[in-house]
């Protein structure tokens, strides 16, 4: 899959479900469960040695499911990972290298930023999507929507802070997509191999996303956290 097309269906899915595991067996396990609840991305967080390993033994056994590599904070982390076959690169900040690397290494890259002045220095470098980070803690989806308002041609991905209760929200307010952890992936799920839990989450987490959008398209919208 081509770097455009990655983008292009990170887009169309409008979730990216980020996982802390150690072993294989588990993050196959979340991969399979995420493709079969209609979420097949998965971004890896790089939280140590064998992260770059699970990144490469993901994408070898699971060709259909989009994997990634997160909180990328460096150079070199970013090459071993896009060598092991990352389709995507996410940080939690601006580190102009990476954004260099990625783009020799024609891997989708999405940068972390908080402030205005964040946002549009990473869209002009090359950033293919921009993750708002963290959002709750500096106005979750109203954050967002005064963003969008400033900079509407620049696609943010809404993270920190996504939650079934706060999802619709983020979308209604212009997030491209959203960042999820634990709320969608939850660690005794997979401890305990809980596949239809996951994948009732994945298609709750993908209807919030749709039925935002849809209401988007009407026309139409009363934000969440209009007061009544």
């Known amino acids: ?22 072993s294989a067996e588990d993050v196959c396990f979340a991969a399979e469960s995420l493709e079969s609840g209609g979420i097949p991305i998965l971004e890896v967080t790089i939280s140590g040695p064998a992260a770059v390993d699970l990144i490469a033994h ?63 220095t990473a869209w002009r470098v090359g950033a293919d999507f921009v993750k708002v980070f963290p ?45 999820v952890g634990t709320d969608l992936i939850p660690p005794d799920a997979i401890e305990q191999r809980q596949v239809e839990r996951i994948q009732e989450l994945s298609h709750r987490f993908r209807a919030f996303v749709n039925d935002a959008r849809t209401r988007l398209a009407g026309g139409k919208v009363k934000h969440p956290s209009a007061k009544r």
């Open 1 to 22: 899959m081509t770097k455009v097309e990655v983008c292009q269906r990170i887009q169309e899915i409008g979730v990216i479900p980020a996982i802390w595991v150690t």
């Open 58 to 120: 993901t994408v070898s056994h699971h060709s259909k499911v989009i994997v990634g590599a997160g909180t990328v904070l460096d150079c070199e982390t970013a090459r071993r990972a896009a060598a092991a076959g990352a389709s995507f690169l996410t940080a939690p900040g601006f580190d102009y290298s990476i954004l260099e690397l990625a783009a020799k290494e024609n891997v989708a890259i999405v940068p972390g930023a908080l402030t205005p002045t964040e946002v549009i």
């Open 135 to 179: 959002c709750s803690q500096v106005g979750g989806d109203k954050y967002i929507k005064a963003l969008k308002k400033a900079v509407p041609q620049i696609p943010l991905i809404a993270a920190g802070g996504v939650t079934q209760r706060t999802a619709t929200g983020f979308v209604l307010a212009g997030a491209a997509a959203l960042g």
